[in-house]
C-alpha cells in the first residue's frame, strides 16, 4: 500500500539476549496493507506478556487503518470519499490530518509527490503506511517499551534507541542483488525506501500520469516516517530535482541509485557503511 519498491534489512547497534532472557528481543510479523509489518521490540523492564499484548494492540490498528484507507475495497471510506460519496465531514477522523499530511508533502516535493493527481481521485497510498507505521508505533510507546522498529515493507519507524546504545543501523537493498545491500544509514526515527525492483513500474509521474522512469532505488531519511515516504517516492519518480530539493528540507536527507547504477546523496545523509 505503499510505493516503498524494497524491504530495507534492519541491523540495530544491540546484541539481541538470548530467548527468554530478561529484555530479549520480542519479533513478530504481521500481514496488511498487501505487505508485511515486521516488529523487533526491545521490551526493557516491561514484561514480556505485556509487550506482546502492545504488540497485538499495534496489529489492531494497522487492521483498522487498513479497512480505512484501502481503495482496493470499494466500500471503503477513502474510495467512498475518492468517489465524492462520503461527505469529509463525515469522514473518520484519520483521513483529515493524512490528507493535510499529503498537502504539506506536496509542497515539501515541489509537486513531485501529488495524491490529487492520481487517477479516479485523491490517493494517500504514497503516505499512508508510513502514517500507519508511526501510528501502530506509537501503541508501543503508550505500553512503556522503551526500542522498538516496526518495518512496514520498508518503511521502517524506530522509537528509543537500541538498549546497546548508539544509533539504529538500517540496512538498504542493493536494487540488483537481492542478497545485497547498497549501504547502510543511520537513523534516530525513519528511513523510507522506495523502487520499481520489486513491484515493477507502478510509480506515476503526477505531472503526465504515465509510469515514471523510476530510479532504481531511493531512500529517504527523517523525523516523520509518514512524510519519509512520500518524499522516497517523489525522489523515485523526480530523481536529481527532487534530491537537490531535499537539501533545503530541514531535516530530511535522501539516497539515490540511478537507473543506470550511478548513485548521489544528500550532504546531511549519515552511512554507517557503504557497500556499492
Not at 163 to 192: E, F, K, N
Request: charged share 20%; aromatic share 6%.
Amino acid at each position: 500500500m505503499s510505493a516503498a519498491g524494497g524491504g530495507p534489512a534492519t541491523s540495530p547497534d544491540a546484541t539481541p539476549a538470548p530467548p527468554g532472557a530478561p529484555g530479549a528481543v520480542l519479533g513478530h510479523v504481521e500481514p496488511a496493507m498487501g505487505t508485511m509489518f515486521s516488529f523487533t521490540v526491545e521490551p526493557g523492564a516491561v514484561p514480556p506478556g505485556t509487550a506482546r499484548q502492545a504488540i497485538e494492540r499495534a496489529c489492531r490498528r494497522l487492521h483498522r487503518l487498513e479497512r480505512i484507507f484501502t481503495t482496493w475495497d470499494p466500500a471503503s471510506p477513502m474510495s467512498r470519499l475518492r468517489r465524492g460519496e462520503l461527505p469529509m465531514t463525515e469522514a473518520p477522523p484519520e483521513i483529515p490530518p493524512v490528507l493535510d499530511l499529503c498537502d504539506a508533502a506536496r509542497e515539501l516535493s515541489g509537486g513531485w509527490f501529488d495524491p490529487w493527481a492520481m487517477p479516479g481521485g485523491v490517493d494517500p497510498t504514497g503516505l499512508v503506511k508510513g502514517w500507519a507505521v508511526e501510528r501502530a508505533l506509537d501503541v508501543l510507546g503508550d505500553a512503556g517499551v522503551p526500542a522498538a522498529l516496526l518495518n512496514g515493507g520498508g518503511d521502517i519507524a524506530a522509537l528509543g534507541r537500541p538498549t546497546a546504545g548508539g544509533r539504529w543501523r538500517i540496512g538498504i537493498r542493493h536494487p540488483w542483488r537481492a542478497d545485497a545491500l547498497a549501504c547502510v544509514v543511520a537513523v534516530d526515527h525513519a528511513v523510507a525506501t522506495s523502487g520499481a525492483y520489486e513491484r515493477g513500474p507502478h510509480l506515476l509521474d503526477p505531472r503526465s500520469g504515465r509510469p515514471a522512469p523510476a530510479a532504481a532505488s531511493a531512500t529517504v531519511t527523517g523525523p516523520s516516517l509518514a512524510i519519509a515516504d512520500a518524499l522516497a517516492t517523489a525522489l523515485a519518480v523526480g530523481g536529481d530535482e527532487v534530491l537537490a530539493r531535499l537539501e533545503t528540507v530541514d531535516g530530511y536527507d535522501g539516497y539515490l541509485v540511478r537507473a543506470d547504477g550511478t548513485e548521489a546523496a544528500t550532504g546531511g545523509m549519515d552511512f554507517a557503511d557503504h557497500a556499492g
